[in-house]
């Protein structure tokens, strides 16, 4: 979910997976903890490209780069899209191999540079979309939770996400005491960058994402699986910046896969209503 500092852009060029690791630890990448889904085919949508810089829409499964977390993998998101549009590419910020949607990236060194200090200014606006187990209390609120950097990285810092229950929904999962199992589908915004900050203020708050290995509940996990839901519920839902060309801001929306979409169509939720976009 974080940013890239301005010496960390890594251009992929060609499949120079030892300067793309190099990046990738820096950064505190970790996309090894849910194991892969069904990935689409090779080639990526593009949600909007100009001269410098382009959304792409990443699929679940798909790590964005090398690292030495890779653990055998072959296929980046990198790699695929360099030879899709035939020229460098220079990541902004990154998403989990498990998370789906909008990541943004240039075409040049400079571009990269301005857009990854707008993200460090918070001019950058990212939005999510997750379900989680349970009904959180309110409508709107914030979390407000110190988070650490991640493995190796102990200091704590200032993290805060706001979030949104846009729909509420039960199964005939039993848990404890009920014969039912509730859940809600939560809009996400992080105001900070912190290491799998949205998974891990859900944690914090007992209202565990579905579909998270190493931050949910192993049980609820194992009941949408049973139900065919194999991804973890987490998708990149639109990405507002300052276009670094004109300062003109720039909106673009991730529509939710088939799989996210099915999780959806469980509970009965009315996604147009909500202002979700689905894939067609």
Partial sequence: MGGFRGDQFASYTSRQRGSARGCAVACGVSDADNPPVSISPKH?????QDDVLAVVDKPAGLMVHDSKLARGEDDFLADRLREQLGKPIFL???????????????FDRDSASALGKALMAGE?????????????????????????????????????THFQRLATGELEIPSTGFTTSRYALLRCQPRTGRFRQIRRHMKHLSHHMIGDTSHGDGRHNRSFRML?????????ERLEFPHPADGRRISVTAPLDV??????????????????????
Avoid at 44 to 48: D, E, G, S, T, V
Avoid at 136 to 153: M, Q, R, S, Y
Avoid at 228 to 233: A, C, F, I, K, P
Wanted: charged residues 20%; proline residues 3%.
């Fill in 259 to 280: 799989e996210f979409s099915k999780a959806c169509a469980l509970f009965g939720w009315e996604m147009a209503g909500l202002g979700v976009m689905q894939r067609a």
């Fill in 92 to 106: 902004v910020h990154r998403l989990d191999r498990a998370t789906s949607g909008c990541l943004l990236l240039a």
């Fill in 124 to 160: 950058v606006e990212k939005h999510y979309l997750t379900v989680c187990r349970g009904w959180p209390a309110e409508e709107c609120f914030i979390v407000d939770h110190n988070l650490d950097g991640g493995p190796g990285k102990p200091i704590k810092k200032s993290a805060v």
């Fill in 44 to 48: 990526l949508q593009i949600l909007y």
């Fill in 228 to 236: 065919g839901v194999h991804r973890m519920l987490l998708h990149a």
